[in-house]
């Protein structure tokens, strides 16, 4: 292993096949190999049943891959951990405990103190905006909120890695971005690796500073981009960016590129 | 563009709500709609657009009572039958003043509410860790599903006979009937609630560096608390029915042995206090169960 001393987070020739409960198998992925350094912050992007769910899962421990593996600093991944936070589209917070209790559910699991949890979870209460929201019932705020909450709650653990699968999917479109300005915000002053997961072409290109675009059957990268789009909306405008020939450019490229592989798919389907 | 008129060069002006608006009486007795009704134009099929109708359920009540009055009061029903309004006035302050049998009335319902309480606790009890184990594990699914599935659809009434042969007729025998009356209700509750919970919540623990037991005790049981009140209020709704069932059988306290008793004696009176305090007191606990729950469980039904 060459990423034995390899700071960040690697996914080694990573492949996974199901087999069908009536004979017949699914190659989800198929030697999908990627690395992230420290603080990269990288969006995946695809088809459905591309297999993009099931790389995250498998980084995040949930699954174990058929063959390859996932590294963390030099360590083998084997099963979900603190280091490697999640962000899941909605519904994954505890609605039976409020929005304090949400945040601080990592820190309290690892048998933290209230003195050691309290004021971060309220300096993080302040970040997401929801600084007077810490007594409300999570049942009671709106989806982006809840959202915000998701956020703070991975944050409050200090993970190395964020995994984000559909954050911001079930929003709608203007939530939607402005959110996208938070988890750009977040991400430069916490130095986070992040993986997100989108269907998105936009999302994807406005925050990814790297994107990979995959194809399915067997879900593989199909293109690697670099953006400079997700460093330039720290300074400038995300409605200026989005509208720079430059985005629209890339965005009409990569749409295309999504369009034709689902053409091929249901030709597949259909022949 | 502010203050400045809107595009068609009026001002804005908010239209006047309706001018005509029935009076809170006739919309609390059910004869006028509401205003978000009055202006639908489908009403039948809405279910939203059926109001209370509460006026009708004033004509019911004084149509019954009405009926009991005359037909007792001139003589059409025999006392035997049905008793006159009177007649059971007089019958209810002698239960209060002595008690049915040598036992106060008010000991006869808290007999029957006790062994109820009883009943439901210990299926509790026993129930719900049972159903956790069958959510949580194949082996314990395995052993339990059988019977489970074997004692779901037998009424609780249909053991009373197995439960006398071997218990004979005393306190025990009662209480293990509510108890296996409650035991299966409590074990698929638990069990739903188990399985019920959102694979992205026990996921999100994990990543927060939550341990086995700690998703257990911070996710699964809290997620799975409405179920397991809902398997409660069915548990006691289920258990008064049985209890009323087996006191009728063979008690010598309790509603159901009053009315079965007084039934000997011919004391239609009797009987018919009986059960009013029988429907009384199963609609108390469905009550009181609904406000514990609103109060205990409000996060029900917004995950």
Same mark, same amino acid.
């Not at chain 2, 134009?41 to 279910?47: E, M, N, R």
């Not at chain 2, 659809?153 to 053991?159: C, F, R, S, W």
């Given at each position: 292993m060459d990423d034995a001393d390899h700071n960040g987070l690697s996914v080694d020739k990573v492949s996974m096949v199901f087999t069908l409960p009536g004979g017949g198998s699914v190659?989800? !992925?198929?030697?999908v190999s990627l690395d992230l350094a420290s603080g990269e912050l990288m969006s995946v992007l695809g088809p459905s049943g591309c297999g993009k769910t099931t790389l995250l899962n498998i980084i995040a421990g949930f699954l174990a891959p058929t063959e390859g593996g996932v590294f963390l600093n030099g360590h083998q991944v084997t099963g979900p951990a603190a280091e490697r936070g999640m962000v899941f589209q909605q519904g994954a917070l505890f609605e039976w405990l409020d929005v304090r209790k949400n945040i601080s559910f990592g820190p309290r699991m690892m048998g933290k103190s209230k003195k050691e949890w309290g004021p971060k979870v309220d300096h993080l209460l302040d970040i997401v905006g929801l600084g007077d929201f810490?007594?409300? =019932?999570?049942?009671? !705020?709106s989806g982006g909120m809840q959202q915000r909450v998701a956020l703070a709650r991975c944050l409050a653990n200090d993970p190395d890695v964020i995994l984000m699968d559909e954050p911001l999917g079930a929003l709608d479109a203007l939530t939607r971005e402005k959110m996208q300005g938070l988890v750009l915000k977040l991400w430069k002053e916490t130095g986070k690796t992040i993986v997100l997961i989108t269907h998105s072409v936009e999302e994807a290109l406005f925050l990814g500073e790297r994107l990979i675009v995959m194809a399915p059957r =067997?879900?593989?990268?199909h293109r690697e981009y670099r953006l400079p789009f997700a460093e330039q909306g720290l300074t400038i405008s995300p409605r200026e960016i989005k509208a720079s020939a430059d985005f629209v450019e890339k965005r009409e490229e990569i749409l295309s590129m999504i369009w034709e592989m689902e053409e091929e798919i249901m030709g597949r389907a259909s022949a | 563009m502010t203050d400045a008129p809107n595009d068609n060069g009026s001002e804005t002006k908010l239209v006047a709500a309706p001018q005509e608006q029935p009076s809170a009486l006739m919309m609390w007795l059910g004869l006028a709609d509401n205003s978000f009704t009055r202006q #639908?134009?489908? #009403?039948? /099929?809405?279910?939203? &657009?059926?109001?209370? /109708?509460r006026l009708y359920s004033f004509i019911t009540v004084i149509f019954l009572l009405l009926l009991w009055w005359v037909t007792t009061s001139q003589g059409w029903v025999k006392p035997i039958y049905w008793p006159s309004f009177e007649a059971v006035g007089n019958r209810l302050t002698k239960l209060y003043e002595q008690g049915f049998r040598n036992v106060a009335l008010w000991e006869h319902v808290y007999i029957s509410v006790y062994r109820v309480l009883t009943g439901v606790f210990f299926g509790a009890i026993v129930g719900i860790p049972l159903g956790f184990a069958m959510g949580l594990s194949s082996v314990a699914r395995g052993l339990f599903d059988p019977i489970v599935e074997f004692m779901r659809?037998?009424?609780? *009434? &249909? *053991?009373i006979p197995l439960i006398i042969l071997w218990l004979g007729i005393d306190e025990t025998a009662k209480i293990t009937l509510l108890f296996l009356a409650a035991l299966f209700i409590m074990i698929i509750a638990a069990r739903s609630g188990v399985s019920g919970v959102k694979i992205s919540k026990v996921h999100a623990a994990y990543s927060l560096g939550a341990s086995k037991f700690q998703v257990l005790k911070n996710v699964i049981l809290p997620n799975a608390l409405p179920e397991i009140f809902t398997g409660i209020r069915t548990a006691m709704g289920v258990c008064w029915g049985t209890v009323v069932a087996a006191e009728l059988v063979a008690a010598e306290k309790g509603v159901g042995s009053m009315i079965m008793i007084a039934k000997n004696f011919l004391q239609t009176d009797t009987v018919v206090i009986g059960i009013i305090i029988i429907g009384i007191i199963g609609y108390a606990i469905e009550m009181l169960m609904r406000l514990l729950e609103r109060w205990l469980i409000p996060w029900r039904g917004k995950g």
């Open positions: 190659h989800a !992925l198929n030697n810490g007594d409300k =019932p999570v049942y009671q !705020l =067997p879900g593989r990268i | #639908k134009t489908v #009403k039948f /099929g809405d279910p939203t &657009a059926v109001n209370s /109708g659809p037998i009424p609780p *009434l &249909a *053991l």
